[in-house]
């Protein structure tokens, strides 16, 4: 991966890049970084588009669902034409429509404990957008044993959750810590 930005990067990210937090270090920090989104459904979707257009380098998607017309209203990086796909190959055409730089890596089927453990070693952020307890407590076993930070989240009717976990910290509590 390059270590600067294109003039058509910096064109596309300008706006983040004029803010204080962000500057062109930020930028290259968004572009070198490596994140495992679980679960591209209501959660998912949103978490997904937003990190593809700030130029997240590397998006790894993981959902073995299959896009369907009930999921619509909600999960809006999926649409009509989509239904009856997987809802990773749904999202990667999405996303490679908005951000053709990024690199996106699909994981279509369920994640055992061993392929779940490679996709968190993986990257450098994971990012729980799932909808059930078993997978929120697989994910976080695997990002504890891989010491990798856990952005958790979770949306239930009219509510939602967003917890964010750290296990290189001493001081950082981990999901099970505080659900299980």
């Known amino acids: 991966m390059q270590a600067v ?8 990210y300008s706006r983040q890049i004029l803010l204080q937090h962000v500057d ?9 970084s490596r994140a495992l989104v679980v679960g591209v459904g209501g959660l998912g979707s949103p978490v997904a588009l937003y990190l593809a257009a700030a130029g997240v380098g590397e998006l790894h998607l993981a959902d ?18 989509g239904i009856g796909l ?3 190959d749904s999202a990667m055409a999405r996303l ?11 994981h279509r089927t369920a994640l055992d404990s061993d392929s ?6 993986a990257v450098d952020l994971v990012l729980d957008c799932s909808d059930n307890f078993a ?28 917890s964010v976990f750290d296990p290189r910290r001493d001081d ?5 810590c505080l659900y299980g």
């Open 64 to 81: 073995f669902d299959h896009v369907d017309l009930t999921n619509l209203q909600r999960q809006i990086i999926h649409d009509t034409p």
């Open 24 to 32: 062109i270090d930020g930028q290259l920090r968004l572009k070198r």
């Open 5 to 12: 930005l294109s003039d058509q990067e910096l064109l596309r």
């Open 116 to 121: 779940l453990n490679a996709a968190v070693n």
């Open 86 to 88: 997987s809802k990773v």
């Open 135 to 162: 997978t929120r407590e697989a994910v976080n076993a695997a990002c504890v044993l891989a010491r990798k930070p856990l952005v958790s989240g979770a949306a239930i009717r009219l509510e939602g959750q967003l």
């Open 96 to 106: 490679s429509a908005i951000n053709p730089e990024i690199t996106l890596i699909a």
């Open 172 to 176: 950082s509590p981990c999901y099970h």
